[in-house]
């Protein structure tokens, strides 16, 4: 630990550059900054303590505490480091729970932080491992468990600079309750056998169908969701081959703030594009709309003929499909889908998922699911009806961390 820390004081300057840079690309105010630095000092000493870091894991939090709400569980703290988890917290209007930024992992900032919050359980969603708060929460007598945990291992330097900080601070945690067999595996290398377990991913639990969300976009389209850099173009350019008037092709990418990106990556001439953001009309004659805003990704999926899911088509390790399946969507992605192989490998065999190999198989497969409705129906049937065979996995999640509370 001693080795950690002094690392990261060491690198606290670059540290401090990136959080600057974030704050003013993404027009944020210096409340934003002081809390990641020196952590809000109004905060009150609360039972629960939910970490999520970003939108994924803020959706899960919300979930997860309206349940334990009902179940008499009070004074609930969700934290998490993004802005956009904020807002999604913010907009669910949950009452006598409290939000608030999870300060970076310097010592003395976290030793007052968990101090002050002094919770009886910190519930980690999915991958966060910070040494010193997990090393604090110990000495504060604060259990932690982890759920819906995956792990990516880390690797080249890195990964053999982790290995020690991980198993240090791994062994501080009371469980580790994992999304998949490949996760559970994961943690494995880490953490003793009897402390692990797979659950499943609480994500199929989560989603609903929201039949109050209006639609945005008045003509026909197609979506690629939460795309990457390079990704936007390879998709465009298998879509204009169809050479369409009657869909349009909507872009809704994982960071809004990379419009300049995408269109330089476009060749703008003689392609009509039409931006979200700049409030610019969608026209007949549009060919492609680029939904560069934030909170409005169930809606854009709900009324798409199909949805195609980024992150896939380039080395990211793809997103999760769960919120189209819900919403029987035919669900598209590209070959890089090892952060979900086990729901991507489950929907591939019961039907309810294309992958493409090659991008250059993207123009048939267009073709194909426009010109036959039955075709896309069989798709979307197979995903709704297995999205909702999940259901209960959240309530599995709920007894084990019951049992951590009155333990």
Not at 325 to 343: C, D, L, R, W
Request: with cysteine; net charge positive.
């Amino acid at each position: 630990m001693f080795f950690y820390n002094i690392f990261l004081y060491i690198f606290s300057p670059f540290i401090l550059i990136r959080l600057i840079t974030y704050m003013i690309k993404n027009s944020l105010d210096s409340t934003y900054l002081f809390n990641r630095l020196f952590s809000t000092k109004n905060r009150n000493k609360k039972t629960l303590w939910i970490h999520a870091a970003s939108v994924g894991e803020m959706k899960i939090a919300i979930e997860l505490s309206k349940k334990l709400t009902d179940m008499g569980h009070e004074d609930i703290l969700i934290t998490s480091n993004t802005p956009a988890s904020k807002i999604i917290f913010e907009n669910s209007k949950l009452k006598n729970i409290t939000h608030s930024y999870l300060p970076l992992d310097f010592y003395f900032v976290t030793r007052r932080f968990v101090k002050i919050v002094s919770a009886k359980l910190l519930i980690v969603i999915e991958t966060e491992i910070w040494p010193n708060l997990y090393n604090l929460c110990e000495k504060n007598n604060t259990k932690i468990v982890i759920i819906n945990a995956r792990f990516n291992n880390p690797k080249g330097i890195l990964g053999a600079l982790s290995n020690k900080i991980y198993k240090q601070a791994l062994k501080k945690v009371d469980h580790v309750y994992c999304k998949s067999k490949k996760d559970e595996n994961g943690y494995l290398k880490y953490i003793n056998q009897n402390k692990v377990s797979n659950l499943g991913n609480i994500k199929y639990s989560i989603i609903k169908e929201d039949n109050n969300i209006e639609r945005i976009i008045d003509r026909r389209y197609i979506l690629l969701a939460s795309s990457h850099h390079r990704e936007e173009i390879i998709i465009i350019k298998e879509w204009l081959k169809l050479k369409s008037n009657k869909f349009l092709l909507v872009i809704a990418p994982r960071h809004p703030n990379r419009l300049g990106d995408i269109l330089s990556d476009i060749p703008l001439s003689g392609i009509n594009i039409s931006i979200r953001s700049k409030k610019e009309k969608i026209r007949n004659s549009s060919q492609i709309y680029i939904a560069d805003t934030i909170g409005e990704m169930e809606t854009l999926i709900k009324f798409s003929e199909f949805t195609i899911f980024g992150g896939s088509f380039v080395d990211e390790g793809g997103h999760s499909f769960m919120e189209a399946a819900i919403y029987s969507k035919a669900i598209v992605v590209g070959p890089y889908m090892y952060n979900f192989i086990e729901e991507t490998e489950e929907f591939l065999k019961k039907n309810a998922l294309i992958m493409c190999q090659k991008p250059e198989m993207l123009k048939n497969i267009f073709e194909k699911l426009l010109r036959s409705k039955s075709k896309r129906e069989i798709f979307e049937k197979n995903a709704k009806n297995l999205v909702i065979a999940k259901k209960p996995i959240i309530d599995k999640y709920i007894e084990c961390i019951n049992k951590h509370t009155t333990a």
